[in-house]
């Protein structure tokens, strides 16, 4: 064999193993890929990248944190590969939770692909699209670090990225609510807006209205804008396009808040048709059973409530009542077994060491997010807006 048939058959068995989901060996090949590679070879950063992508996807961030940080120490001075991981590294952090400093990070990669624009004109051309994605992660680290503000600025200039071609908000006033109002009318004024969004950004352009609408909606004082993006989120998920692949993950998640915001304004009419649609989807299309358990407790405790406020019949009250009392225990026995599961994975049922989980704090949040985090994640709801890591997160097979 010559060298070069030795790497093609090492990317082929990788590819393999992540294809049958086997990522600890997949990371334990890159490992052993490592020790045999000598000094200052490029394949060191990217197989440093590969193993802190698949640490992704598992949500092993601090693994992936670690990995992410060989690879940016091996890529100094390559612009390109350096911003990349510095991206991948926000990303980590940011599950993590480490918020300020995933922050940080992302300023600098910001930073970093804005200079080599400017030094090398059309050849970064292609990295226009990745600001967006950055962002969209740095408005998230902005809105836990409780700069709303900050947070609001961030995703519009991911979108007036996203969007280039149809919004210029070069001349738009700080002001966020006149920001968000000028962009809706310039979407109204396009009625072709959608198409002219390249196709391979049309999630992330999604996503970021999405979490737009959520942290307007936090703030309070702007509820009717906030339905104005989680709508405008929903129509380019539901884009009538065959080469846009819809999460469902994401699509429930944003119409739960919409429903949220509906009952809020007393729109209940409104509420009641976005909730029937969550509970008439079909079960397959979730993440898993517990996901979509949960997200049908959620609905037909809503579901009652707008049934009394429409002064609907005893019956169907009692009938959502029914439901949400269902859902609840067949949530709380998905989320036992998925623990058992996971214990016994890792030894530790035969050892004596399960342990009964609490239940309680994983449904008892009725309020979601409108946005949805990487595929990593396997929840369709939580309490905050989230980034889009799965497009980003690829594994290199040269």
Not at 63 to 90: H, I, N, P, T, W
Not at 341 to 357: F, I, L
Request: with cysteine; hydrophobic share 40%.
């Amino acid at each position: 064999y010559s060298s070069e048939n030795l790497q093609d058959a090492g990317k082929l068995h990788m590819a393999i193993l992540l294809m049958n989901g086997q990522f600890d060996k997949t990371v334990q090949y890159l490992i052993n890929v490592l020790d045999s590679l000598p000094q200052e070879n490029i394949r060191i950063g990217i197989t440093y990248m590969n193993i802190g992508s698949i640490r992704l996807w598992q949500g092993k961030y601090v693994d992936a944190v670690k990995a992410f940080k060989l690879a940016k120490d091996e890529m100094y001075g390559d612009v390109s590969r350096e911003s990349k991981a510095l991206v991948l590294l926000g990303m980590a952090l940011y599950g993590d939770k480490k918020f300020e400093e995933a922050n940080q990070v992302l300023l600098r990669a910001l930073t970093m692909i804005r200079t080599k624009r400017q030094g090398y004109g059309v050849y970064c051309d292609t990295h226009e699209f990745v600001m967006g994605k950055i962002f969209n992660l740095l408005g998230c680290s902005f809105f836990e670090n409780h700069c709303y503000k900050s947070a609001v600025r961030s995703f519009l200039n991911a979108l007036h990225v996203y969007m280039q071609d149809i919004v210029d908000m070069t001349s738009v006033t700080s002001e966020d609510a006149q920001s968000v109002e000028y962009l809706l009318k310039m979407i109204y004024d396009n009625a072709d807006w959608m198409m002219k969004i390249p196709q391979i950004y049309v999630l992330d352009t999604a996503i970021t209205f999405a979490n737009l609408g959520y942290v307007l909606s936090h703030r309070g004082s702007h509820n009717t804008l906030a339905i104005s993006c989680l709508r405008q989120s929903l129509k380019l998920q539901m884009l009538d396009n065959t080469d846009i692949i819809i999460n469902h993950d994401i699509m429930i998640a944003t119409l739960e808040q919409l429903a949220v915001l509906y009952l809020e304004c007393k729109l209940f009419e409104d509420a009641a048709n976005i909730l029937n649609v969550i509970i008439r989807t079909n079960r397959t299309k979730f993440a898993n059973t517990c996901n979509y358990h949960q997200a049908m407790f959620r609905g037909s405790v809503r579901m009652c409530k707008v049934a009394i406020q429409l002064k609907h019949s005893d019956t169907d009250v009692k009938k959502w009542e029914k439901a949400a009392s269902y859902h609840e225990k067949a949530s709380f026995d998905a989320i036992r077994v998925e623990n058992m599961c996971k214990k016994v994975c890792t030894g530790d049922y035969y050892h004596g060491k399960y342990e009964h989980a609490e239940y309680s704090d994983e449904i008892s949040n009725s309020s979601t997010s409108s946005c949805s985090q990487s595929e990593n994640s396997s929840s369709s709801s939580s309490s905050r807006p989230k980034s889009d890591g799965s497009s980003c997160a690829s594994v290199s097979l040269d």
